[in-house]
């Protein structure tokens, strides 16, 4: 075996042992964090505000999250979200309307959310958001 060729395999072992652990990379968090329950709210709201839906939608459960922390956090959200009975403009806590549980109106959708939140500025900025049928 060639040196050029062991070191190549030795830098890969240890690529591959250190990678997750890198800073700045982005990292598993609870998705029950609160932090991660008030990213997805506000990037919930966000997509109220830019859908053209009847019916405000909530934020149902978050699913699995990641923060990163950079100058501030990210936060790449993976959420369900469902349709309530409060029509658009009727209400500013969203969180406090009904999902609606008929079966021919109600209407889940699962979100993929990056949110940036600078605390110490009082910034939060949605930066990507797709929601959609699962």
């Known amino acids: 075996m060639s040196a050029g060729f ?15 652990s890198l800073v700045g990379a982005p990292e598993p968090i609870d998705p029950n964090n609160q932090g991660v329950i008030n990213a997805a709210t506000f990037a919930v709201n966000n997509y109220n505000e830019q859908s053209k839906k009847d019916y405000e939608y909530k934020l149902v459960k978050v699913v ?6 950079v100058a501030g956090v990210i936060y790449s959200i ?21 999902l609606i549980k008929d079966s021919q109106l109600a209407e889940t959708l699962y979100c993929s959310f990056r949110v940036l939140v600078v605390p110490w500025e009082h910034v939060e900025t949605v930066q990507s958001s797709y929601c959609g049928p699962h």
């Open 6 to 20: 062991f070191l190549v395999v030795v830098c890969s072992l240890f690529s591959l042992f250190t990678a997750e």
């Open 64 to 69: 699995s999250a990641k923060h990163q922390i």
């Open 78 to 98: 993976t959420a369900e979200i469902g349709k309530t009975d409060c029509k658009k403009g009727t209400t500013s806590d969203v969180q406090s309307c009904n």
